[in-house]
């Protein structure tokens, strides 16, 4: 004790109960706190994760849209023409004219949802291969309008004798051009597969 005082450091203060509580940081324990992730424009990012989560939902958007158009492409080609043409031409005029019909909007839906997504997932980093696959997918969809479209008008034609050798080869040339669709799709399958393959 000295003049009254005691000895203890100028940052003690006596408290109610008799005990020096002291304000130096060296005698109290430091207290964890969290790390925010800085943003690019020095926000804190609450969610690191949240954006890796959104550009994988996207791939795979990407990816199961491609698959499943490729799957039932390839279905028409190796199964379903194939099998609708043992009856005979006329019957399968018949049966391509609803069934072409029906299956234009699942495709075309499944192409252009395949297409964005793929361009989405790209354009926030997922790599040129995502981009190659997307274009591929979504080139089915002008390549069927300006390619497969006057074929198509043709087999759809009212006045077409759906008995005649003109039939059939109609038949055969929109199955040649539709196997490229199937193999366009096929390719951008692979490629999205292949690429989701390495980041896993």
């Not at 964890?32 to 969610?47: E, F, H, S, V, Y």
């Not at 793929?118 to 591929?136: E, Y």
């Not at 997918?137 to 034609?157: H, M, R």
Request: glycine share 12%; aromatic share 6%; with cysteine.
């Amino acid at each position: 004790m000295s003049g009254g005082r005691s000895q203890v450091g100028d940052n003690c203060v006596a408290s109610p109960a008799g005990f020096f509580v002291c304000g130096s940081n060296s005698l109290r324990p430091r207290a964890l706190r969290p790390q925010l992730k800085r943003g690019p424009l020095g926000g804190a990012d609450r969610n690191p994760t949240s954006c890796s989560t959104i550009l994988m939902l996207l791939e795979l958007i990407a990816t199961l849209c491609t698959g499943l158009f490729t799957g039932a492409a390839i279905y028409v080609n190796l199964v379903e023409h194939p099998a609708r043409l043992e009856p005979g031409t006329a019957a399968a005029i018949k049966q391509w004219r609803p069934s072409y019909r029906r299956g234009t909007v699942m495709q075309a839906s499944l192409a252009v949802v395949g297409f964005v997504s793929g361009v989405g997932a790209w354009l926030q980093g997922r790599g040129t291969q995502v981009l190659i696959a997307g274009l591929l997918i979504g080139l089915v969809v002008p390549f069927t309008l300006i390619v497969i479209f006057p074929t198509n008008k043709q087999l759809s034609d009212a006045n077409l004798d759906v008995g005649s050798t003109k039939a059939a080869a109609l038949l055969d040339k929109w199955n040649r051009l539709h196997a490229v669709r199937s193999a366009a799709g096929l390719l951008a399958f692979v490629l999205l597969l292949l690429h989701l393959g390495a980041l896993l």
